[in-house]
């Protein structure tokens, strides 16, 4: 299968490889600002980093297109006698998946490699294997022997830190695996969208935001939204699947990899925007799958909704398996069907279209 002609899987993996954990997204948000800045207008930042691809800056209405492109990780906590470094989850973490990893400490210095350590198992009580250690209790090998030697490194309390894995191809189904798919997919796409709307007469203003804090509250969003002042506005998440073992369907509805754009119904969603999705993926025959949210999703669509008077909101999901995980796996068909739709919903709106509830 090859999706090359469609989105640029080039840029997608630089992008997606380039670190941004919460808070200190400027590298990745640096080769998002290369990508458009021949297709957007104007390109502005911000104070807590979000960038904002501008096209079309006075066209009505207004549209912003959200993905946020921080990722989770962990931050340097203490350094002990020995040299060893404890650490903060930045972002939603399972402790489970931790020992054992490569991570990267993204020191003033430069990068410095290190790996999650544990106490192997010929050395745990029998007790000791069934049990978890607490994020808190974790620790980071740097090959130092003490304090002033990790400190001679150059490495800080509050460094932040990423996982060392990265993109690649997996199976014969345009599955992709890498870490922080969430949320650099959705940052990704809204590019995409950019880039075909270029080449499309459209009377709306497109804001391509790729946000920042998005995993410890949409802090980006809050404050991105306000500056755009958008009258419409579309993010862009991971979303779980519930087709892989021991997640049942009844809880989180049928949701499948590679099954198509997942649209999100509820509250948080303006109906007119939801119906006209709705309704132009039945034109280009794009498969959509419901998500039912019966309260503000844990997106950015919450922030924009609640912007100033309001914005009408949409909310996109990418099918995902193992998010927060350092091997989430998303599918290209989907992306590529989610770019294709949302440049069809943008060329229908226009500045008559109204999107109060009636
Ligand atoms: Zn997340």
Redesign the pocket.
């Known amino acids: 299968m090859s999706f090359d002609e469609t989105i640029n899987l080039e840029f997608l993996k630089k992008f997606v490889n380039a670190p941004s954990p919460t808070g200190s997204e400027e590298p990745a948000q640096k080769l998002y600002q290369d990508y458009l800045k021949d297709i957007a207008d104007e390109i502005k930042t911000d104070v807590l980093g979000n960038v904002d691809a501008v096209l079309n800056p006075n066209g009505k209405p207004r549209i912003v297109l959200m993905g ?1 492109v921080d ?2 990780g962990l931050q340097v906590r203490y350094i002990s006698d020995k040299g060893f470094i404890y650490f903060n989850p930045l ?2 973490l399972d402790a489970h998946l931790l020992p054992s990893k490569r991570i990267t400490i993204l020191a003033k210095s430069g990068n410095i490699f290190g790996v999650i350590g544990k106490k192997a198992i010929h050395l745990q009580e029998p007790d000791e294997r069934k049990k978890v250690i607490k994020i808190q209790d974790q620790y980071i090998d740097v090959g130092a022997r003490s304090r002033e030697e990790v400190e001679k490194m150059g490495i800080q309390i509050g460094d932040p830190i990423i996982f060392n894995d990265s993109f690649a191809y997996l199976g014969n189904n345009g599955d992709v695996v890498s870490r922080c798919f ?2 650099k997919i959705g940052a990704f796409i809204i590019a995409e969208v950019l880039r075909y709307l270029k080449q499309e007469n459209i009377e709306a203003s497109i804001h391509a935001v790729s946000s920042v804090q ?2 410890i509250g949409t802090r980006g969003a809050v404050v991105s939204a306000f500056s755009v002042d958008p009258d419409v506005g579309i993010a862009f ?2 979303t779980h699947t519930s087709d892989t073992p021991g997640i049942k369907e009844a809880d989180l509805g049928i949701k499948k990899l590679g099954g198509g754009p997942v649209i999100v119904r509820g509250p948080n969603i303006n109906p007119k925007l939801y119906e006209l999705f709705v309704k132009t993926a039945e034109e280009l025959e794009i498969p959509l799958q419901i998500s039912a949210a019966s309260r503000p999703t ?2 950015d669509a919450r922030s924009i909704q609640m912007t100033r008077a309001g914005v009408a909101t949409g909310l996109i999901g990418i099918p995902n398996r193992y ?2 995980s350092m091997t989430e796996i998303v599918n290209l068909k989907d992306v590529e069907q989610i770019v294709k739709l949302t440049v069809a919903v943008i060329k229908k709106i226009t500045k008559d279209t109204s999107f109060i509830p009636e």
């Open positions: 946020h990722e989770v972002g939603g969430d949320d998005e995993e998440d991971v844990g997106t998010m927060h």
